[in-house]
Every structure is written in C-alpha cells, then in structure tokens.
C-alpha cells in the first residue's frame, strides 16, 4: 500500500488561491487515475476532482469548481496538485489525495490531509 502525504492548505480569505500537493509514496501515481477529496467537520469525505492516470481527462465535482479549480499532476515526481482559485467563504475542511475508481479500493493509505478554511 502506498503513502501520501498532503499539504498545502492555510487559511485565506475569499478570493484567495491555495495550491495543494501531495507527495506519494511507496507507489507510482502514474499507474492510477487520482483524486482529490474534501471533508468537512462530521460529514463524509467527498470527491472534488479527478485526474486520469495520464492527465488527459479531468473531471470535477461542480460547476463552479470547475471554473475555479485545476487538477494537475506530475508523475515525475509522484506528486498530485490541486490549484484552487478564487476561493469562496465556507467552513473548514480537510483535503486528501488518493487514488480513484468507482469500483475499487483505494491503493493508497489514507494521508493526514490538509486542512483549509476560507474567511469571507
């Protein structure tokens, strides 16, 4: 099983940027298509954005995420992104990275993830 590790996050204010990475280990990204995820204070862990294994179809979870946000990676240094702009007022939240199919299991184990929070 493989090791992430994710940082990146703060606390910014509405408008802000925050650029998100996470270091893998123990594993080649490049053999999986990745995620980024969000969880919020006693909810579930949701997906905001995926990326192929070879970064040539993204997907994001909304609308507005997908004009704000952009996933990126760089199998070279087995390091996933996520570029979030224009950041809206919410909640805090802690984001993971980690592997994505629908029907299977993740491949690696989940990192601390990074928390960020959005002051309006």
């Known amino acids: 099983q493989g090791q992430l590790d994710e940082s990146g996050g703060g606390l910014v204010q509405a408008g802000s940027s925050l650029r998100l990475s996470c270091a893998a280990s123990?594993?080649?990204?490049?053999?999986?298509?990745m995620a980024w995820y969000r969880q919020a204070p006693g909810k579930e862990r949701e997906i905001v954005a995926s990326?192929?294994?070879?970064?040539?179809?993204?997907?994001y979870a909304t609308y507005s995420v997908k004009h704000r946000f952009t996933i990126i990676r760089d199998n070279s240094k087995n390091t996933p992104y996520l570029q979030m702009n224009s950041l809206e007022a919410k909640g805090p939240g802690v984001y993971y990275c980690?592997?994505?199919?629908?029907?299977?299991?993740?491949?690696?184990?989940w990192g601390p993830g990074t928390q960020g929070t959005v002051s309006s």
């Open positions: 123990g594993r080649n990204i490049s053999d999986y298509n």
């Open positions: 980690n592997s994505y199919y629908r029907n299977d299991p993740y491949y690696f184990d």
């Open positions: 990326i192929s294994w070879s970064g040539a179809n993204t997907n």
